[in-house]
């Protein structure tokens, strides 16, 4: 294929401006760790698709700077020791710790290879998760007895259909409260959704009461 003279220092150009933007930040990005003193690793790979690149992002817990981020085929030991000697070739300054989700390899990869002796702390959110097993098998099974207990929202709506006195529009309102109380899932360990679940109908329930006594409303 053939492409003009003109084509390619075009593409130089490219490339050269964005070489001098990274080699730029990374010159900030060092200047503010010098300043901190010291690092924390935060380490962790996301999936998009199984059997698709993972994405690897070494990331600074106290600044809250990307050191690094990769895409490697594999999560072996070896390709982990790797990304962390690249991530931190060139600190200045001391790596204190590491935070991550306790995978094996990554455990081997810092103990064994890069950072020998540097305390390797389990991510805090996967270790409550794993110490709330118990209490979440609970909770959701609390929360589909609490489900069994609304259902029927939906032939309510029926009945209230064409009407448009104040008495319906108050009913349509609880029963969307209570049909998004319903789908309003939780995110366990730190919001345990059945007991989110309970306290929303108890809030309901608390507000029919008092609207019911109010305007003499019969079963209130």
Known sequence: MS??????????????ELVAIRLSERIH????????????LALD??????GHEV???????????VLLARSLL??????LVGLLEEAIRGLEVPVLGVISDGQHPIRRAVAHHVLGGVPHQLCQFHYLRE????VYEADRHAKKELKKRVRGVRPIERELEGRNDPQ???VRGYCLAVRSAITDDGRPPLSASGIKLHDRLGAIHTSIERVG???GFPGS
């Open 131 to 134: 110490a709330a097993k118990e």
């Open 3 to 16: 492409v003009s003279e003109r084509t390619v220092t075009n593409l130089l150009d490219r490339y050269e």
């Open 213 to 215: 006594a109010k305007r």
């Open 45 to 50: 790979g996301l999936q998009p698709d199984v």
């Open 168 to 170: 319906s529009e108050a």
């Open 29 to 40: 990005l060092r200047a503010a760790l010098t300043r901190q003193g010291r690092v924390v």
């Open 55 to 65: 994405l690897w992002v070494v990331r600074d817990c106290l600044s809250g700077e």
């Open 74 to 79: 594999s999560a072996t030991e070896g390709s």
